[in-house]
Each structure stands twice: as C-alpha cells, then as structure tokens.
C-alpha cells in the first residue's frame, strides 16, 4: 500500500508511534501498511494522538487508505457541527478507496450545507460502480428530497454515459442550482452528442447556468459550438463573457468578428487565442484590434499576429512599426523572427526614426539570415549577373559605390575582402574623392547593464498593464520573443544578479525564465 513494504512484524505498533511522532502524515501512512490484524490498533493511535486538532486526525484517517477508519470518519460526517469538518471527513471517505464509504457519503448529499454535499459528491466520483449510478439516480428523482444537485453532480464525477438521460432531463428542471450542476456534469462525461442541449442552455435565464453550460462546451471541444459562443461572447454577465473566452480559447478555431465585442477584456482574450491558429484569415480583425484605444487590446493583437509566424502577416507588422508609436518594437521582435528581405527597407526606415534596438537587431537577424545586407544592392547584382553572358560571369562581381556613398554591413562575423582592383583603395580612388566604409559588427554578448535596462523597460510597460502579474506576462513573452530569449541566454546568472535585485525579482524566479529562455534554443 502507498510504496511501503507491508510492515508484519509484531513491533508494528511501535514503528507506528514512534512515527507519529516524528511526521504525522508518514505515521499515518505506516499505520495503513501494517498487517490486517494490526490495522484496527495501528487506527486507534491516531485516534488517541494527544494535542492533535480533531480535524488533523481526521485528515490522517485519510492518508491511511482503512476501511477501519471508515466508522471514525463517519461518525464526524454525520455529527460533527463544524461544517469544515464534515467537508474533509467526505473528502477522507473518498481517498479511503471502499465502497463501504458510499452509504453514508450517499447521505451526505442532503447535508444543509454545500460544501459538504459538494465533497460528498466529489468522493462518489471516486468510489461509485453502477449501483452508486442508480442510487444517485433515484435521490435526484426523488422531488420530495432537497438538494438533489448534489447527486447531479456525482453523476458527473462518476464518469458513466449511460447517466446522460438523467443529465439531459436534470438540464430542465425548474431549480437553476439543479441547471448548472447538470450543465457541469454533462462536461465531464465528454459526450458530443449532448452539445445541442448545452447550446440551449446558453440561453437559460440565470447567469450561473450559460456560464456552466460555456465551461462544458470548452470542455467537449467542439467546433460546432463557435457561432452559439461567440453570440454568447457578448453576454450581459462579465462571468459569463470570461467562461466563454476560456471555451472558444480550449476549441481554438475562433472566427474574427467576436473581436467586435464591446468588452476590452473579451477583445483581447479573443486576440490572444486567434494567434493560437494558422489562419490567415484572422489578419484583418487583428489588424483593426491593435488600434484599439485599450493598450491591453493592442498588445494581445500584435502578439496574436506574431504568433501565426506566416509570411502573411508581413505586411500587417511593418505597417504597425509607424502606426504603432508605443508597441512598434513588439512588431520588429517578431519580424526578427521571420521577416523576409524585402522588409529591410521598411526596417530601415523606421530604425532612422527610432533608433530603437529591437528594430537594430531585426535588420541584423534578416541579414544574417539571407547573408546579404541590402535587399535594393542585391536584387541589383542578381539581375547584372543575369544579363552577363559567361566569360564576364568568370569575372568576380564588385559593387560600386558612389563618391560620398556609405555601406553599412552588419553582422556577428568578421566579412573578408579582396579590395585587389577595387576603386575604393588609395591608388584606385578618383582625386578629390572620398569614401567612407563603416561597418558594424554586432556582439552576441550585449552589455549586460543595458540588457538588464531593456528587460526592465519591458517590465515596466507590463506592470502598467497587469499591475499583479507582469511577471507571469512577461515569462509568456520569452518563448514569443527571439531578443528577450538572446538577451536571457547570452547573459544568463550575471545578467539575473544585475536585473533581479534592484527590481525586487526573487532570483529563482529570473533562473525560470533563463531555463525558458534555453528551452526554446
């Protein structure tokens, strides 16, 4: 039982004391791995612990897996005052494994309070056969009974199909807590056949039952529920709109105009799934979404185009580098991602505005990629080799460049040049002209203090947004942004013992986020 040897010897009962009083919850544990006809005795220690709190024993009468201890946990299910007593002795019964458990837990279903009744019904769900079904059956249909929701519920949690014509009957009755119990249990059997009746119940009067009915759908995952839900998606109850956001984001293939959705916070859950699919189509409804007034919006919009990774959405990124005044650098990181070689006149455009590094480190990233440095130059000496017959294309290609012409060539490797018959050497060059080469060479290893201050200017924009769960936010971004995940790994524990501090990060959080970071190598 639970890994331990079974424990035969007669001393039994001592190594059961003397572990008690060294780890309780080990001494109970060692109390179920005891002999049959030490099992009983090894029950009454933990009956008989002295300064131990009442409802700690009775968490310990769960950890043994007894059925000795099922009189003991009965017994403070069906008399102990303390409704947070009752609830853990249900939810003990259910660990115990016996189905000696269910008549009583079965009772426990008409207990005054609802968190009895739930965890009565939870531990049905982990003890029931086909008789527990029928007896559950027969207290739901039982109308003189009260709280009958309590059975709906453990018919759910007991995970039998053939309980689905009680359920779809139950999702008609004239008690709302009846309703949604059923709505929930229907979700946990993952039967498609009933979402026809889950669609109704999106329009059932009370607020508690459309929001059971949306998890229940999220829950089945099917695409025949998008049009209910996404009607749905506009729902008078905030509790409402936010179980339907979670559905449509567990079914994914959501459809742009729920992003018409008057609520900011529904616009921009809605986004954030719609990056989830490859789907082109959702471009122009994200597009209009990272201009909403509400930057939280925007944010989700721009990281959802970004998420499609599709050359498509090209066109959508460069256009928010100069519409996008406060999220533009969001747009270059994903284009340093897989932007194609004709966007580097739009970068570069853009970088002479802004001078903003990640817009920098795109340009070099799409260089590095097609291992040339300026798309017009290029496009050039293709189509000069083209129209060169062969005797010329022996002859190596040379680029010129203007008097007072400048190229700058960036990238992490040291280029090689052959200047021999080149005209922008000192005996070749024109008199009075004057040339100028720059070229930049970008470091892998950033300076760490300036790494550290653009991570920091990334949380700061996060915390205005979500003031308790930039952290979280931010650690969703790592596997999005190439640049976050660079900076990360080239400065790795220096770069965490720089950032985390000042900032009040716990170190092992920022050791997450490296590990992340090094996860999406």
């Not at 609802?114 to 559950?136: E, H």
């Not at 009846?178 to 059997?189: E, F, T």
């Not at 979402?195 to 999106?202: E, K, S």
């Not at 007034?293 to 925007?298: A, C, K, L, P, T």
């Amino acid at each position: 039982m639970l890994g331990f040897p079974e424990i035969t010897e007669t001393p039994a009962l001592e190594v059961v004391r003397s572990a008690l009083e060294v780890d309780l919850i080990l001494g109970a544990r060692l109390a179920g791995a005891v002999k049959r006809e030490f099992q009983r005795e090894s029950i009454g220690l933990i009956e008989d612990l002295e300064g131990v709190h009442y409802q700690l024993k009775i968490e310990l009468m769960g950890e043994t897996r007894l059925e000795e201890a099922i009189a003991f946990l009965s017994a403070a299910l069906q008399h102990h005052e303390d409704i947070n007593v009752r609830g853990i002795a249900a939810s003990a019964l259910g660990k115990l494994g016996s189905v000696k458990a269910i008549p009583v837990l079965l009772q426990a279903l008409q207990d005054g309070n609802f968190i009895v009744r739930g965890s009565a019904a939870d531990a049905l769900g982990k003890l029931g056969d086909a008789n527990t079904m029928l007896a559950l059956i027969q207290v739901f249909q039982n109308e003189s009974l009260p709280f009958r929701e309590s059975a709906v519920k453990a018919l759910g949690n007991l995970g039998n199909v053939d309980a689905i014509p009680t359920l779809l009957h139950a999702l008609k009755d004239e008690d709302f807590n009846i309703r949604w119990n059923a709505s929930y249990a229907l979700g946990q059997l993952g039967n498609v056949e009933v979402i026809p009746n889950l669609l109704n119940a999106l329009n059932d009067e009370h607020c508690i039952v459309r929001m059971s009915a949306a998890d229940a759908l999220g829950k089945l995952g099917s695409a025949e529920a998008i049009p209910a839900l996404l009607h749905a998606s506009k729902d008078v109850s905030s509790y409402v709109r936010s179980s339907v956001v979670k559905a449509l984001k567990a079914i994914s293939p959501l459809s742009p105009p729920a992003l018409q959705d008057a609520s900011s916070f529904v616009k921009g859950e809605i986004a954030y799934a719609l990056g989830r699919l490859d789907n082109a189509n959702t471009i122009p409804a994200l597009l209009q979404a990272s201009k909403d007034e509400d930057f939280h919006v925007r944010w989700s919009a721009i990281n959802a185009l970004g998420s499609l990774c599709s050359v498509e959405t090209i066109p959508a990124l460069l256009q928010l580098l100069q519409e996008s005044p406060d999220l533009y650098w969001l747009a270059a990181g994903y284009l340093e991602i897989f932007g194609a070689p004709d966007t580097l006149k739009a970068l570069w455009q853009s970088y002479r505005t802004t001078t903003d590094g990640m817009t920098k480190w795109a340009i070099a990233s799409i260089q590095e990629r097609c291992q040339y440095y300026n798309y017009e130059l290029e496009e050039e000496r293709k189509a000069i080799a083209t129209q060169t017959d062969a005797e010329e294309r022996s002859v190596e290609q040379s680029i010129t460049i203007p008097s007072g012409g400048i190229i700058i060539i960036m990238t992490d490797k040291s280029p090689t040049f052959n200047q021999q018959n080149a005209t922008i050497g000192v005996n070749y060059a024109a008199e009075g002209s004057q040339q100028e080469f720059t070229q930049n060479v970008h470091a892998p290893a950033r300076n760490l203090a300036e790494a550290a201050a653009e991570i920091q200017q990334l949380l700061d924009q996060l915390a205005q947004t979500y003031p308790s769960t930039y952290l979280y936010e931010f650690e969703q971004q790592i596997p999005l942004n190439a640049r976050i995940r660079e900076m990360l790994i080239a400065g790795g524990i220096e770069l965490l013992k720089i950032l985390c501090p000042p900032a009040g990060i716990p170190i092992e959080m920022g050791k997450k986020w490296l590990e992340t970071a090094e996860r999406q190598k």
